[in-house]
C-alpha cells in the first residue's frame, strides 16, 4: 500500500473545495482503497482540534503500475474536462504537477510514479 497526496487549486477557498468535492467524485470510481482528507491543528480559540486542509487529499492504494496508472488516467481524464485546473500529485518526495494534460503527460506520470515506487522497494 502507498499514499498519494493530491493537491488541488481554484480561485478561492469555496472554489477549491468546490473542486476538491468533483475530484472525490472521480476517485470514487477508482482502484482506491481510501479517500481522506488531511488535517491540521486548529486555530487557538476555535471549537475544533484540528482543520481540513482545503483542497487537499490522501489516497490510499496498492503501489502497483495498474493502479498508478488507473488513478493518472482519471486524474487526466477530470482535467481535460476542466478549464484552469491543476493537480499536483506526490507520492514521498516525487511530485509532478498536471495542468490540462493529453495522454503523453498522463503515461510520463504513471511512469515516473512506478519508478519512484520500484526505488523505494514499495
Known amino acids: 500500500m502507498m499514499q498519494v ?16 468535492l468533483a475530484v472525490r467524485k472521480v476517485l470514487r470510481e477508482l482502484p482506491i482503497d481510501a ?7 486548529a486555530q487557538p480559540g476555535t471549537r475544533s482540534e ?3 486542509l482545503v483542497g487537499q487529499l490522501v489516497l490510499t492504494m496498492a503501489s502497483t503500475p495498474a493502479v498508478v496508472q488507473a488513478v493518472a488516467a ?6 481535460r474536462r476542466q478549464r484552469s485546473r491543476r493537480v499536483l500529485m506526490r507520492i514521498g518526495d ?6 490540462g494534460p493529453n495522454d503523453d503527460v498522463t503515461a510520463r506520470l ?6 519512484h515506487i520500484e526505488r523505494e522497494g514499495r
Do not use: C, K, R
Not at 6 to 19: N, Y
Not at 35 to 41: F, L, R
Not at 110 to 115: C, P, V, Y
Open 5 to 20: 497526496l493530491l493537491q488541488l487549486s481554484g480561485a478561492d477557498d469555496a472554489e477549491t473545495d468546490d473542486i476538491t
Open 35 to 41: 479517500i481522506t482528507a488531511p488535517t491540521v491543528a
Open 50 to 52: 484540528t482543520a481540513v
Open 74 to 79: 482519471g486524474l487526466a481524464g477530470w482535467l
Open 94 to 99: 516525487a511530485e509532478i504537477e498536471l495542468d
Open 110 to 115: 504513471a511512469d515516473a510514479f512506478i519508478a
